[in-house]
C-alpha cells in the first residue's frame, strides 16, 4: 500500500498499473513494505483508474524474484527497533502482471477490499500490544523484587508500587477489551471503527506501560542487553504502521 509520497492518504496512490493485452504493466514504487525484502509473492495495490481515488484502486497479486523484468527491490529500512523485520522499498518499472491475478477479478474493487482485511490486521497489531504490555510487567516485577535501593527492594518503595498496580491495571482493562475484539471477529461482526479503537488504544497503552516500566530499571532500562530496552524501540512503530493513531481516531469519529 504505502508509497514513499504518503501512505495515511491511501486514495492517493500514485502507483499505476495499466491494461496491455492479457496483462498489466505496472508502475510505481512503494515503501515500507513488511517483509518486503524476502517475499516473493507481494499484494499490490496500484490505480487500474488514476482519475477516481478508492474507485480506482486495484489489487494485483504479483510473484517477484531478483530476476523478474521491471521489478527492483530496494534499501532494507534502518529502524530503531523491530530488527528482526525486514522493510523494504520495492519498485516496479512496466513490471509486467497477468490479467488474471487481479485480486476479484474485476477493477476498482482493491478499496474495499482492504478495507475488508484491516480490521484484522489492526486486531493483530492489538494481541501484539497486549502480550508486551503483559510481559513488560512480568520482566519488570521480578526486576523490581531483586534490585535494592535505600536499603530495600524497589517493589517496597510507594512509586514502584503505585505505577506497577497503573500499569498491571491499564493491560487487565487492554486485554479485557482485546479479547471482547477477538471474539467479535470470531463471529465475523468486528467493524471498522471497533477495530480502530483496539488499534489505537492498545498501541498507546503499550507505548505508556513500556516506557513506565523501563523507568523502573533505571539505567539498565536503557542498555540493549535488557529486553525492556529491545521492547521500548520496537513499541514505538505500532502507533504508526497499520494506519497511525490519528487515522484511527479518524475513522472512530466516523462511525459516531
Ligand atoms: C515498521 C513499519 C512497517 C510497515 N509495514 C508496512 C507494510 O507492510 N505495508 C504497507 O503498505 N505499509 C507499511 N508501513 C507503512 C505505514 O503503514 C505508514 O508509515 C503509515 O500508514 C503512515 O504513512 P506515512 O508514513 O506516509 O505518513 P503520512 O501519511 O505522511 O503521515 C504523517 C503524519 O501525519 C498524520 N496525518 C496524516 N493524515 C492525517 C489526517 N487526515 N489527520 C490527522 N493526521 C494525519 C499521520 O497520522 C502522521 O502522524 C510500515 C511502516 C513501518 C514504520
New binding site residues.
Given amino acids: ?10 486514495q492517493a496512490m500514485r502507483t499505476r498499473a495499466v491494461r496491455d493485452g492479457d496483462d498489466y504493466l505496472v508502475s510505481g514504487a ?7 525484502g524476502l517475499a516473493d509473492l507481494v499484494i499490490l ?1 496500484a490505480k487500474t483508474d488514476p482519475a477516481q481515488r478508492a474507485a480506482g484502486v486495484s489489487l494485483l497479486v504479483c510473484e517477484v524474484g531478483e530476476d523478474s523484468p521491471g521489478f527492483r527491490r530496494g534499501r532494507l ?1 534502518s ?1 530503531i ?2 530488527k528482526g ?1 525486514d ?1 523494504a522499498e520495492l519498485f516496479f518499472d512496466d513490471f509486467r502482471v497477468p490479467a488474471a491475478n487481479l485480486l476479484g477479478g474485476a477493477e476498482g474493487l482493491g478499496f474495499a477490499q482492504l478495507m475488508g482485511q484491516l480490521p484484522q490486521e489492526r486486531l493483530v497489531i492489538g494481541i501484539g500490544a497486549v502480550a508486551a504490555m503483559e510481559r513488560a510487567i512480568e520482566l519488570t516485577v521480578a526486576y523490581v523484587k531483586e534490585r535494592t535501593a535505600f536499603g530495600k527492594p524497589l517493589i517496597g518503595h510507594q512509586n514502584t508500587r503505585m505505577v506497577l498496580a497503573e500499569c498491571a491495571t491499564r493491560t487487565r482493562a487492554s486485554r479485557v477489551f482485546l479479547d471482547d475484539c477477538i471474539a467479535r471477529h470470531v463471529r465475523g461482526e468486528l467493524d471498522v471503527a471497533t477495530a480502530a479503537m483496539a488499534k489505537y488504544w492498545l498501541t498507546e497503552g503499550q507505548c505508556e506501560v513500556v516506557d513506565r516500566c523501563l523507568q523502573l530499571f533505571g539505567g539498565y532500562g536503557y542498555t540493549t542487553e535488557y529486553p525492556i530496552a529491545q521492547m521500548y524501540a520496537d513499541a514505538r ?1 505500532q502507533k ?8 484511527m ?2 475513522l472512530i469519529a466516523r462511525a459516531l
Fill in positions: 500500500m504505502t508509497e514513499p509520497d504518503g501512505g495515511s492518504d491511501l512503494k515503501t515500507f513494505i513488511s517483509n518486503g495495490a529500512l529502524k527497533g523491530l523485520n522493510t512503530a504508526i504502521y497499520g494506519g497511525t493513531n490519528e487515522i481516531k479518524e
